[in-house]
């Protein structure tokens, strides 16, 4: 049973430019959470969604971030017109239900770097 | 203001030493409590977690936690710490009155274990 994907692992972008992240989730959930570790911080909570739903968006900057899990594919995360301050990584962890008992899972993480 | 709060940001003990880490929070209500661990270039694994019930809780990799609720502490511990424990520990926190399931995490603690 394969984990949680997320991918690209690491990704270079020059300031202006557009990241897209990625998240496979594990083989039957179906809610996924992104989280960003600035360097020597803890996770900050950005977004929770659902299958074609938005749950909470509460931590996502209200500018140039955005959050999408389609019907079919995987969770994307996506920042345009990155700025140094962007460089973190971003990790997904993903739940089977929205019950506060499951456990979430986290990936690898993407290691940004913002040039 | 909630927060959580790891006020060692790094330890080091001896490989066979005894091990505590510790994790304070600050809610009006007791959160859920839990602890992850991050490998270095990896994502976060949970150690162990606790809702309600016994306050002591055991967990994988020989690990142990004592909620105190009079303290607002969850620290975590292990009698004899092994090389391969070394790792970023992070306290995390999902409050229980909010109804949101995202973790609210602490700044974490680097753990370095010397032979």
């Known amino acids: 049973n394969a984990g949680v994907m997320q991918n690209p692992r690491h990704l270079v972008r020059r300031r202006g430019q557009e990241a897209r992240l990625r998240c496979s989730p594990m083989?039957?959930?179906?809610?996924v959470y992104w989280y960003r570790q600035l360097p020597e911080e803890g996770l900050k909570f950005m977004v929770y969604?659902?299958?074609?739903?938005?749950?909470?968006e509460s931590g996502m900057p209200k500018e140039r971030f955005s959050a999408e899990f389609p019907k079919e594919g995987p969770s994307i995360l996506r920042i345009q017109q990155v700025v140094r301050g962007d460089s973190a990584a971003y990790f997904c962890?993903?739940?089977?239900?929205?019950?506060?008992?499951?456990?979430?899972?986290f990936g690898p993480g993407t290691r940004l770097t913002v040039l | 203001a909630q927060s959580v709060t790891q006020p060692d940001i790094h330890i080091t003990v001896s490989e066979g030493a005894s091990l505590e880490l510790r994790c304070n929070y600050s809610?009006?209500?007791?959160?859920?409590l839990f602890w992850y661990v991050q490998s270095p270039g990896q994502g976060l694994q949970l150690l162990l977690k606790y809702f309600s019930g016994d306050t002591l809780v055991q967990g994988i990799k020989g690990f142990e936690a004592e909620f105190k609720r009079s303290q607002s502490s969850f620290n975590l511990r292990k009698p004899s710490v092994h090389w391969s424990d070394a790792a970023e520990y992070f306290c995390a926190v999902v409050p229980s009155q909010t109804g949101a399931n995202n973790l609210f995490f602490g700044t974490g603690t680097r753990l370095t274990v010397i032979p």
């Open positions: 969604l659902q299958k074609e739903n938005i749950i909470d």
């Open positions: 809610y009006g209500a007791t959160p859920y």
């Open positions: 083989k039957g959930h179906s809610h």
């Open positions: 962890a993903s739940v089977k239900t929205s019950g506060y008992t499951d456990t979430q899972y």
